[in-house]
């Protein structure tokens, strides 16, 4: 168990519609971090945040927004959602601000689009 | 910018035979490396790290990996696998500070009985 918990695990939805992916980072973490993971694109990162403020910016769609929130939580709006935005998506935290630690990762919310 | 390129894509091998899993990195300075496991239906979890020093670094699960920054790379070994090994793994390289994790595409391990 790494500590991070991510709701919901599995996520149904139709095209167009919008949803929201929920991040529990481990007990004093301020940084959290959020992946895509799918077939054909693997591993991308969405999003850094550390501390509530955005911390670095990958390839996240303009579709797709977050925010952590004081408590430290964070949560990936994803909406207009398309048939390619089902993938497993992942929340990882790390303890500091730079990318250089370990980051603990989550199982993952599976999202799928019909 | 960092990358990772991870050349095999799917393993397979005998429980108990050794194992070397291959990783190359293209960053400008030294590197932060990193290996990554992932058990079906699981996220990902640290095997080992390389910031500085030794450059042959022990991880859990009876890993390890050695750095050659001759040869860009960051190769995973293990001398015997056994069946439980069978998982996704992923090398990743961070460059720092101001920078994130690129994750290589990832090399699946099949384990024969």
């Known amino acids: 168990d790494s500590g991070v918990t991510q709701t919901p695990k599995h996520l149904i939805t139709a095209t167009g519609q919008r949803v929201t992916l929920r991040c529990s980072p481990r007990?004093?973490?301020?940084?959290v971090y959020w992946y895509q993971q799918s077939l054909d694109q693997g591993l991308q990162f969405l999003i850094q945040?550390?501390?509530?403020?955005?911390?670095a910016k990958g390839n996240i769609l303009e579709r797709f927004s977050a925010q952590q929130f004081p408590d430290l939580h964070s949560e990936l709006n994803l909406s207009s959602l398309e048939l390619g935005d089902s993938a497993l998506y992942f929340c990882?935290?790390?303890?500091?601000?730079?990318?250089?630690?370990?980051?603990?990762f989550g199982e993952g919310s599976r999202l799928t689009v019909l | 910018a960092q990358s990772v390129t991870q050349p095999d894509i799917h393993i397979t091998v005998s429980e108990g035979a050794s194992l070397e899993l291959r990783c190359n990195y293209s960053?400008?300075?030294?590197?932060?490396l990193f290996w990554y496991v992932q058990s079906p239906g699981q996220g990902l979890q640290l095997l080992l790290k390389?910031?500085?020093?030794?450059?042959l670094v022990q991880g859990i699960k009876g890993f390890e990996a050695e750095f050659k920054r001759s040869q860009s790379s960051f190769n995973l070994r293990k001398p015997s696998v056994h069946w439980s090994d069978a998982a996704e793994y992923f090398c990743?390289?961070?460059?720092?500070?101001?920078?994130?994790?690129?994750f290589g595409p990832g090399t699946r391990l099949s384990v024969l009985p």
């Open positions: 007990s004093g973490d301020l940084s």
């Open positions: 960053y400008g300075a030294t590197p932060y």
């Open positions: 945040y550390y501390n509530g403020e955005e911390r």
């Open positions: 990743a390289v961070g460059a720092g500070y101001g920078q994130n994790f690129v």
């Open positions: 390389y910031f500085s020093g030794d450059t």
């Open positions: 990882a935290s790390s303890t500091g601000r730079e990318s250089s630690g370990e980051l603990f």
